[in-house]
């Protein structure tokens, strides 16, 4: 799978859309960009994932560049609840688990009141 | 509701005790993992398991050992043989075929060796 590469630490202030950038310009044609989060002391949640469209649900937005190098992952209104840390990951959609599923040390997002 | 429940949510060990965290889940997924993680790290692969009575060994499986005797439950031990065994321990599923790629996880046990 391919590594991906995330900034340690952002900062964002409650209201305004929190953009959390992702690197990943290893990525192959097959694999998706996964995004968890991960809430103090809790388990990781489950946000959003794409492969080269751009996605939206009701926690997120993904938005994943032409080239598939790269992307982001919009919070549209932030709220001080969105303070956590955010794992990009890139894998392969398997038919047989997710056992490649790597974690790796994320962005820690901080909300400012 | 449905969901992966730990247990406990706080343990403490003296060294050279085996311990078991315990996981259940009530949402019929066929896999189910095991992950440790350490203070400012990521989340490493101790064990994996597909299918009952079938478990493989993730990226640190040394000193721990697990099971998988019913559907619902995968428990982990963590044996005297782990030599920094003090983390923080997630336990996570997912449906088989995992075409969504989405991990359910616990809250998480936190083990401490005294």
């Known amino acids: 799978d391919a590594k991906t590469t995330q900034p340690p630490s952002m900062d964002c202030a409650e209201g305004r859309a929190a953009n959390l950038p992702c690197n990943h310009s290893t990525i192959s044609g097959n694999e998706y960009v996964y995004w968890y989060r991960q809430i103090h002391s809790q388990g990781p949640q489950y946000i959003i994932h794409?492969?080269?469209n751009n996605e939206t649900n009701e926690m997120a937005s993904l938005i994943i560049t032409e080239d598939r190098k790269s992307s982001t992952l919009i919070l549209p209104h932030a709220t001080l609840r969105d303070t956590a840390v955010y794992y990009c990951i890139v894998r392969v959609k398997s038919n047989f688990g997710n056992e490649k599923l790597t974690f790796g040390t994320g962005t820690r997002l901080t909300i400012i009141p | 509701d449905g969901g992966i429940t730990q247990s406990p949510k706080y343990l403490f060990r003296k060294e050279g005790q085996n311990v078991t965290l315990s996981c259940e889940q009530n949402l019929n997924h066929d896999a189910m993992y095991w992950y440790r993680q350490d203070p400012g790290q990521g989340l490493r692969l101790i064990y994996y398991?597909?299918?009952?009575?079938?478990?493989q060994k993730g990226d640190i499986a040394e000193g721990y050992s697990v099971s998988r005797e019913k559907k619902e439950s995968f428990p982990l031990t963590v044996t005297s043989a782990q030599k920094n065994p003090t983390a923080f321990y997630l336990c996570?599923?997912?449906?088989?075929?995992?075409?969504?790629?989405?991990?359910?996880f616990g809250e998480g046990s936190r083990l401490t060796v005294l």
């Open positions: 794409g492969l080269k």
């Open positions: 996570a599923s997912s449906t088989r075929g995992g075409l969504n790629g989405e991990l359910f």
């Open positions: 398991s597909q299918i009952v009575n079938d478990f």
